[in-house]
């Protein structure tokens, strides 16, 4: 794609000299003319946003007030009577307090954990340990949520996993069980997982906000005699405070995004119990054909995200005055 | 005194190490035990999960391979190739268009692009069905080419804006008295000083393209094309019996991305920190 525009130049006359009846009022249309030519530049991604990001946001409203079978292809306008469905079904519930469960069990680990973890790592006298570390933890969130699911199947399957065989080894043997066959355990198992998977992705951004931090403020420091928790406490965790706000938002938003990891684990099972708000609307959607009912389903994860996107953008505006 | 806390502070060194490099084998081990079920046969499996291999039987990848695993890499690395490419012109585009050329509703676009950021895929996803079926795209690899495109647009966009944002102002200065057109001032002059961002965005978008799996499975499930993540599940519940393939398949599909990843570390953790930090 090539744009032709060789007249954006400082050529045209600047506007306090032109009067409106002037002969220069048509520079300044054709000036405007070029503006609008200028739109092309952006025009792919606005239209490939519009049409499949917000218009099919705007359907999907539209949509949940249907009662819709997509293969006969019959729609009925149903009122509310998908989101009255949806506040009486349990699963629904089960599924937003499943995703409930998965936001606060990633700050624990992947904002917070994360966050002591990179402490200790930059606090590592040696450069090269530090950089094997970070790129250590990292490599699970280099391979996909499938393979990381599918690998997790197998390590808590009863049979051949290693966990139980590790537990059995370390005389824990009266814990082993089929963690993702019942309906306690399954869903912690998937949460476990998924902190496995995406600690070190929080780990290397706290790390690099932790490198940010001026040294001198270390220094002073310790020659002031103070401790490294000390200085952990009143140096690094106020400086990276903004870092944490932003990992908060980030790792509760992706917690109600989940669903690959709980397809290939669980499903949603055993009975429902590992259902979370993703996978419910899959199935109820394309499993059990009650389209109109997924869309209010995916009215309830917009509504949560954009909640978390306000909150972010609050956060990162403060960011921006402070820093 | 002095030598207590000193003592104290050599001793914290130590612990904190050790317990740095166990957990890191403990991270470690579950990729490895991948790659050594990868090579066993189906009895060693389930004989004692932390035994080594007796023999290699490398030929577990061949007929993982041959199973559709070869088909499925293909068809990635298709899709992926594409999307990225796509995604990283277009968004180069739009980053342009909103720091350096005079463009209508510029304040309007850039809420627009960057709005995007918010919005979770799952939310399009029972209108994207539909849109799609009408436009005959479904089970299609189009359908998944446009979705990726479309659904990281915003983050590639905004990183590349902000690095535009951050190169000085005489640099199109120079090139407008050069009498070069923007067009030519993007090709020739921009573009070629963003590489190390766009760098960054390419390795960004290969792994998540690489890795995505809910538009991949609602997609092309039913097609005769699937991406890897679909196609593993898909191999698992036909050959579910026949494990060590299942693990070969995995592995196939996890090393070029962990390759991809210790080969351009720098810029995966520059993009990664520029995405949550600016």
Known sequence: MTVSDTAWKPAAPPPASVSPKSPKNRAAKSARTRRWRNIVWVLPAVLLLGVFAYLPLVQNLGFSFLKWDIYSGRQTFVGADNYVRMFNDPIFWKSLLNNTLYAIISIAFQVFGAMILAAMIEGLRSQRWRGILRAVYFVPSAISLTVAGLLFYFIYEPEMGILNAALDFLGLGNFTQAWLGQENTAIFAIIAMSQWQGFGYCTLLFSVALQRIPSELYEAASIDGVGPFQRFFSISLPLVREMTGLMMIVTVSGAFQVFNEVMVMTSGGPNNSSQVLGTWLYRSGFVRNDFGYAAAVATAVFIITLILAAIQLRISKKRRVQW | ?278
């Open chain 2, 1 to 278: 005194m002095v030598t207590r806390s000193a003592v104290l502070l050599v001793l914290g060194r130590v612990l904190v190490k050790a317990f740095l490099i166990a957990l890191a084998v403990v991270v470690i081990y579950p990729l490895v035990w991948m790659l050594l079920n990868g090579v066993k046969s189906n009895s060693e499996l389930f004989s004692n999960p932390f035994a080594l291999p007796v023999a290699w039987k490398w030929d577990n990848y061949v007929t993982a391979w041959n199973r559709g695993v070869g088909d499925y890499l293909t068809t990635s690395v298709l899709v992926t190739v594409a999307s990225t490419i796509a995604t990283v012109f277009i968004s180069a585009w739009a980053a342009y268009g909103l720091t350096r050329v005079n463009i209508p509703f510029n304040r309007v676009v850039l809420i627009l692009i960057l709005g995007g950021l918010m919005l979770a895929p799952t939310v399009a996803l029972i209108p994207l069905v539909k849109m799609f079926q009408s436009l005959g795209l479904y089970n299609n690899l189009w359908a998944l080419l446009i979705l990726y495109t479309a659904f990281r647009v915003p983050f590639t966009t905004f990183l590349i804006r902000a690095y535009m944002m951050d190169l000085p102002a005489e640099v199109d200065e120079a090139a407008s008295v050069d009498g070069a057109s923007k067009a030519r001032a993007f090709w020739q002059v921009i573009l070629p000083m963003c590489k190390p961002i766009l760098v960054s965005t390419v390795l960004l978008n290969i792994l998540f393209t690489w890795n995505e799996y809910l538009f991949a499975m609602v997609f092309t499930s039913w097609g005769a094309l699937q991406t890897l993540p679909v196609g593993l599940t898909n191999l698992m519940s036909k050959h579910g019996t026949d494990y060590p393939v299942v693990f070969a398949g995995m592995a196939i599909a996890a090393i070029p991305v962990i390759v991809l990843f210790f080969a351009g570390q720098r810029y995966f953790i520059r993009g990664l920190a520029d995405g949550v930090g600016k």
